[in-house]
């Protein structure tokens, strides 16, 4: 907020001519930078309309907060007005969204959007658009969550006639989403009378200004029905140990002023997001504020579509880790750090606003946002440098804070078939624990091939489709990416292994010529026919996975050699030590051959490499033979009959 008074001080300061130069210091205070010149004219041009409106309605006591920060985000209001109810004389609030537009026109494909002259592209229906301002601070605003009726919205064009915004009244009105006109001035001053009384809003402002941020009930309702009461969610042995530790840690703090750190460490498949998952249902049907963080776009995105496919407010329970730079101290009861190997040493970057760049480590920001921090982590899935969610690292940082931290290791596998040999097979072909590659030796639950070709890997995938499993291909970071594809053109066939070649996974959120966008490559059908890297991999599973290991990662002689020239991943800097890429690169290969529920096919692109794992593997899949034998094809069918559903760790 950069700005509180009574109606009647706020027009005495622009009177004065103070109003906006005191704006402009307190938004230089806050973000760390003089606002542009075009915010400071729509503030000239706005606000006083807005409060002269407030006065000449007999509303001068009404408090007016000037851009009102909404909770665990960037994005403001114009204005929240603060005062009582002219009939239950309860506190009563007003979200205003402010535009100087002279017009708007509904857009052709959308009415949610509107296209306006002095913007290149469309935006949101302003109505709409306080709506859900609205929406989101019943949802994470303690005074708001239980009294709901007490807020309302409205959009204020005051520049604009009804002719010239006709079609902005095509998105349905309701309390919290209103439109005023500037020749709809009278009935603005009108509506403002029946949601505020001519009496001081002192009281009222401050009850919102203090209130707790977190999620409401309600949305702790739908949470738990979302996420908790779904059967897959069956919590087993040290799963349930990991649950209850968080529980009664929770329990810890709320009777006693307790705060404490509880680590979850396991492989991929132990669980880890499951318990993540079940404890933020639980914890809101308890009626616990939480919410889940990760540092992975695809997964957290793809968690806002499955846990809340059927309820948009679900979708803001979860976050980035960056989302709490500037988090209230313990303003949560419990922040649930789920893929906390990703934890970056800081959140800022080169966008971070001045005034935020506090020299905090993330871990350290995650740590202070609530009273049982909750991390969840496979120090062997850090893919990127950077990346610093370690054991280690979480333990010193609670430990120089003084705070108890507990760590519970998962160890049981509910992926890769559940095939504890399996992942061990892995880890010990890669280098990551002592002792040297082992020939495989089928245990029954997870069964491991080697294809000749990329052709062949891709015809066995494709059979499998058929039969109704799902299957993804993914390869290491080895071949160029384009990345911007113009409209109407197909994704390239980037990826190039002698006459076979296929596109890399889209790049971005749209979807291209039927190919999902990156979050969705893993869960959604169409997926396969792309080859998937390891950032939209990692954090998923399916039933059938092909990896390509690249010439980043050979086999010579008697040990592994990384040649990072062969890496064509940008987040490899040339400060990057040796080391560092050496263990990145095998920590990709290990994510990559952990995401398959039944089985894996690997290929490499290298002759020495192929002959190495031949080795090791023998083939048993009476399948691929009769690919070999050339009587199964490489057709890629656009669905399979029975897709299996995409998961998550």
Wanted: with cysteine.
């Amino acid at each position: 907020m950069l700005f509180r008074a009574s109606a009647a001080a706020v027009a005495a300061e622009i009177l004065a001519g103070s109003l906006f130069l005191r704006m402009t210091e307190q938004f230089a205070h806050v973000h760390g930078h003089t606002p542009g010149t075009s915010e400071i004219r729509s503030w000239e041009a706005s606000i006083p309309v807005l409060v002269n409106a407030l006065n000449d309605a007999g509303l001068g006591q009404v408090e007016v907060l000037l851009e009102y920060g909404l909770p665990l985000s960037s994005k403001r209001a114009d204005a929240v007005l603060a005062g009582t109810h002219p009939t239950t004389g309860e506190p009563s609030y007003v979200v205003v969204e402010l535009k100087q537009w002279s017009g708007a026109d509904p857009d052709d494909d959308d009415p949610s959007l509107c296209r306006v002259d002095a913007y290149a592209r469309p935006v949101l229906n302003p109505i709409l658009q306080v709506r859900g301002y609205c929406d989101y601070l019943v949802s994470f605003h303690g005074a708001l969550a239980e009294h709901p009726a007490r807020l309302s919205g409205i959009a204020f064009l005051h520049n604009a006639t009804e002719f010239g915004i006709s079609g902005l009244y095509e998105a349905e009105e309701d309390a919290y989403g209103q439109l005023f006109s500037g020749e709809r001035r009278g009935e603005l001053m009108s509506f403002l009378r029946r949601r505020l009384a001519p009496a001081p809003g002192g009281e009222a402002a401050d009850a919102l200004l203090q209130g707790k941020v977190g999620p409401s009930k309600q949305l702790m309702a739908l949470a738990a029905e979302e996420v908790r009461e779904r059967e897959q969610f069956v919590l087993l042995d040290e799963q349930q140990v990991a649950y209850r530790l968080v529980m009664n840690a929770v329990r810890r703090a709320k009777r006693s002023d307790h705060k404490e750190i509880v680590i979850v460490t396991g492989g991929p498949g132990t669980g880890k997001s499951v318990i993540a998952l079940s404890l933020l249902g639980d914890l809101y049907r308890k009626g616990v504020p939480a919410l889940h963080a990760t540092g992975s776009q695809s997964f957290t995105k793809t968690m806002r579509k499955v846990a809340g496919a059927r309820r948009r407010e679900v979708q803001d329970l979860f976050k980035y880790f960056n989302s709490f730079i500037s988090a209230e101290r313990n303003g949560l009861d419990v922040l649930i750090c789920d893929e906390a190997h990703r934890i970056r040493e800081t959140s800022a970057n080169r966008y971070t606003k001045a005034a935020l760049r506090s020299g905090r480590r993330q871990v350290e920001e995650l740590i202070d946002a609530a009273r049982v921090p909750v991390f969840l982590l496979d120090e062997h899935q850090v893919v990127r440098p950077g990346e610093m969610g370690t054991v280690a690292e979480i333990k010193a940082a609670a430990a120089d804070k003084g705070l108890a931290c507990r760590v519970v290791p998962l160890d049981s596998q509910f992926r890769c078939g559940g095939s504890d040999a399996y992942v061990r097979w892995v880890v010990r072909l890669l280098g990551l624990e002592p002792g040297g590659p082992l020939p495989w030796d089928p245990d029954g639950r997870m069964e491991l091939l080697i294809a000749d070709t990329p052709e062949e890997m891709e015809a066995f995938l494709a059979a499998r489709r058929e039969q109704g499993y799902s299957a993804r291909m993914s390869a290491g970071y080895c071949w160029p990416w384009t990345k911007k594809i113009p409209l109407g053109q197909t994704l390239p066939a980037d990826v190039v292994i002698g006459q076979w070649a296929r596109p890399w996974n889209v790049f971005g959120d749209r979807s291209v010529a039927g190919a999902p966008p990156a979050a969705l490559w893993a869960t959604d059908p169409a997926g396969f026919g792309q080859i998937g890297c390891v950032y939209t991999a990692q954090g998923f599973e399916y039933d059938w996975s092909g990896v390509i290991v690249g010439p980043d990662l050979v086999w010579r002689g008697d040990r592994w050699v990384t040649d990072r020239t062969a890496s064509k991943d940008p987040v490899f800097k040339k400060s990057t030590p040796d080391g560092d890429v050496d263990r990145l690169i095998r920590n990709t290969y290990k994510v990559l051959l952990t995401r398959g529920m039944l089985g894996t096919v690997m290929y490499s692109s290298d002759a020495e490499t192929r002959d190495k794992l031949r080795q090791l593997v023998a083939d048993v899949h009476p399948a691929m033979s009769k690919v070999r034998r050339g009587t199964a094809t490489a057709v890629v069918p656009a669905e399979p009959r029975q897709a299996g559903p995409g998961r998550t760790e």
